[in-house]
């Protein structure tokens, strides 16, 4: 039994603060979250998130968010992790509420909400979501129009709405965040201290939207982040001042047959195998690798399928380690690393979860009747 049960909310008339019950008739009493480290992470799954120690395998709370909540954003210096969602008063039709939800880590009560514009997107991954200069938290939006509803931690109170049309993602970086475009460059917002919009750089065009289009999802490095494209392209953003930069791209599906794996193999002819799943890399600065979910077969049209193995590459030598292929039909739908220095790989894999160790592939268990959309609680 999960050692803690989420009890129901009461919300104030203001919004700004929720007040838990100690104790309910039907969901029964919380209780206190074990001690938590860098291999602890979130499961979201529909209406739920499992907070689980990798380590131990077991869960120890659960967050009760919305059914269209795409996200979780920890900000455990804060004691706090962060989610929004969408709220109907019939459950899924009627008038709508938007709110971002702060739960305490101790509990994992819900202890504080924020109202926001009634735009926030219950669609994506987790870039959909951001802590910015440890301050504020940003909300992706879409209308159709693509913005950034800003909220302040410290009054928690909705601060502004700033416009980023074609742009997708909230990934913090500098002193604000960046954005993929459909321009083809990363696009750099700066927020001030009052969580206003203070200026915002692009990068040089380094994709093509209609040829090879980058993901909206990114995962962090140890200097920004790295974005791939549906063909399979990595790249690194960076921001130093007000200047944005990518780095130079390489390919884990290379075309030339004279190319070699990191043991000098010859790599055979991968280009009918792409990417997918709903959360398809990770990347560990620590271990020096970049696990990618690859299927066969298809366009790119199916990059969020999931996958039949797990290529995992050196970022030094930028070649193949090995290939892990899933057994007896099985599917993989989202990888992890953890981001310390011993790292786990982490596989959500039909109603399981695998955790490896990403160097080598070896399993070091599996967790029976769970799945989701696996994030790191700790980023560093």
Request: proline share 5%; with cysteine; hydrophobic share 35%.
């Amino acid at each position: 039994m999960f050692s803690r049960l989420l009890l129901t909310v009461l919300v104030t008339a203001s919004a700004a603060s929720v007040n838990a019950q100690p104790w309910d008739t039907v969901l029964g009493d919380a209780l206190d979250m074990p001690e938590t480290g860098p291999h602890w992470v979130s499961v979201r799954g529909r209406g739920v998130a499992y907070l689980l120690d990798a380590d131990s395998g077991r869960v120890g709370g659960t967050l009760d968010i919305s059914n269209f909540t795409p996200a979780v954003r920890p900000a455990m210096d804060r004691e706090r992790i962060y989610a929004y969602g969408s709220f109907y008063t019939r459950g899924t039709y009627g008038d709508r509420t938007d709110v971002l939800i702060g739960f305490d880590t101790n509990t994992t009560l819900p202890v504080s909400e924020a109202e926001i514009p009634p735009k926030a997107a219950g669609i994506g991954n987790p870039g959909m979501i951001g802590l910015i200069n440890d301050d504020f938290i940003g909300v992706w939006n879409v209308t159709p129009a693509i913005s950034v509803s800003i909220v302040d931690l410290d009054s928690n109170e909705f601060v502004t709405e700033i416009s980023t049309p074609n742009c997708a993602g909230i990934y913090p970086a500098g002193e604000g965040f960046i954005s993929s475009c459909a321009d083809g460059t990363i696009q750099y917002v700066e927020i001030d201290s009052n969580g206003e919009e203070a200026s915002r750089a692009s990068s040089e065009v380094f994709f093509e939207l209609f040829e090879d289009p980058v993901l909206d999802y990114a995962v962090p490095s140890d200097d920004g982040w790295v974005f791939m494209t549906m063909d399979g392209m990595v790249y690194e953003a960076q921001v130093d001042g007000d200047e944005v930069s990518i780095s130079e791209g390489w390919s884990i599906n290379p075309t030339d047959t004279d190319a070699t794996d990191r043991n000098g193999m010859p790599l055979s002819d991968d280009d009918d195998w792409r990417l997918g799943g709903s959360q398809a890399y990770a990347y560990s600065s620590d271990a020096e690798v970049l696990a990618v979910i690859m299927h066969q077969g298809g366009g790119q049209e199916t990059f969020e399928d999931p996958g039949t193995e797990v290529w995992v590459f050196s970022t030094v030598s930028q070649r193949r380690g090995y290939r892990l292929a899933m057994e007896d039909g099985r599917m993989v739908s989202s990888v992890q690393i953890t981001q310390d220095e011993d790292p786990l790989m982490l596989l959500s894999v039909g109603g399981e979860i695998e955790v490896r160790e990403p160097v080598t592939g070896r399993l070091i268990r599996t967790i029976d009747n769970l799945s989701g959309t696996i994030q790191n609680l700790y980023t560093d």
